[in-house]
Each structure stands twice: as structure tokens, then as C-alpha cells.
């Protein structure tokens, strides 16, 4: 399957975490260390407009320009349009992308690099709003086929600003909590 379908797929469980959040929900806790929920969302608006922006351009001149308003959820939404916009062409796919500081890669890297980035900060989310995550399941197996690749060491992930150290599953985990433990995230956390 076209990895932009799951990535948008994972876009839409997060539409419906993110839509009922109100300004008073952004002080909650959540799974990722030092940010609370408003930080969360900042950080998905930054990712969504600086992805759109290097999926059509090649890069992105700055990757942490994400506000929020008194309407989170329309910014948030705003984003996601931004970053859907630039699926719309084919010849992303191939197009050479430059993702912050990671390097440059060929557009479906990049698009795989936002899927496992909108799975993992879904649940951030949800578990932070003490919602169920019910995501697409085909959009966990790929985001999860991706997370195995990525480098599960704790210095490089602290040096890069990537995930939290991988935490330890059991091997038969379900693939959305072997993937939440490859992206540093205990799947017990409430």
C-alpha cells in the first residue's frame, strides 16, 4: 500500500484525538518526557508544516515554527492540511528530502519518517487524554517495519532529539506495543 494512504490513515486517528482538545487540556501530562500536551501539539503542527514544506520543496527552512492559538484543534488541522497538500504529487516520492538535521532521503523515507512520528505522538495523545488508540492497523505494521531500522542508540537518539531509549517488550507484544517500545515509550504508561 502507498505509504502517503497510511500516513494519511494515521492523520485521521489523530483528527479525531486532537479535535475536542480545548486550551484548558493542553497543561495534561504526556508519555514524552518534559512536554506537556500543548508542547505535543506544537511539535505536531512544526512536523506537519516543515514536512509538507520539505516534501515539496526538498527541505524546510525551519522545523519548529508550530503555534498555537486559542483553537489548538484548527491548527493542528491547518498543519495537516499542509502536509496532505504536498501527497498530492506523485514525484514526492522519489524527490530527494532533506529531514531536519537526519539527512536527505527519498520522499517515501520521508513520508515513513512522518507515518512512525503521527503513530507514536497519536498514542502520546491519546494516553495523555486517557482516550483508547485505536489505530490503522496496517499503518502500525509499516510504521513498526520502519522503527526497526532506526538507531536504538540512547546516545545517538539524545544527541539527534529522536526517541527516548528503547524500552524492553516481550516478543509476542502486540506490533503497536513493539513499536511504542521501539520509539522509547513504555505501552503501560497511564
Request: proline share 6%; with cysteine; hydrophobic share 40%.
Amino acid at each position: 500500500m502507498d505509504i502517503r494512504e497510511l500516513d494519511r490513515r494515521a492523520l485521521g486517528t489523530l483528527d479525531k484525538l486532537v479535535s475536542p482538545i480545548r486550551t484548558t487540556d493542553l497543561a495534561r501530562r504526556t508519555p514524552c518526557d518534559g512536554w506537556d500536551l500543548g508542547d505535543l501539539l506544537r511539535h505536531q503542527v512544526s512536523e506537519n508544516r516543515a514536512f509538507g514544506t520539505a516534501l515539496r520543496h526538498g527541505h524546510a527552512p525551519d522545523w519548529n515554527s508550530g503555534t498555537l492559538s486559542d483553537n489548538p484543534y484548527r491548527d493542528y488541522a491547518d498543519s495537516v492540511a499542509a502536509v496532505l497538500a504536498a501527497f498530492d504529487d506523485d514525484a514526492l516520492l522519489e524527490r530527494k528530502v532533506t529531514v531536519r538535521e537526519f539527512g536527505t532521503f527519498p520522499g517515501r523515507v520521508a513520508v515513513a519518517m512522518h507515518l512512525v512520528d503521527s503513530v507514536a505522538h497519536g498514542w502520546d495523545i491519546a494516553r495523555s487524554l486517557g482516550l483508547p488508540y485505536e489505530p490503522d492497523p496496517d499503518a502500525v505494521h509499516d510504521a513498526l517495519a520502519f522503527a526497526q531500522f532506526m538507531p536504538a542508540d540512547p546516545d545517538f537518539r539524545r544527541e539527534r532529539g529522536t526517541f527516548a531509549p528503547v524500552v524492553k517488550v516481550a516478543a509476542d507484544e502486540s506490533e503497536l506495543h513493539r513499536f511504542l517500545a521501539l520509539t522509547g515509550r513504555d505501552p503501560n504508561w497511564q
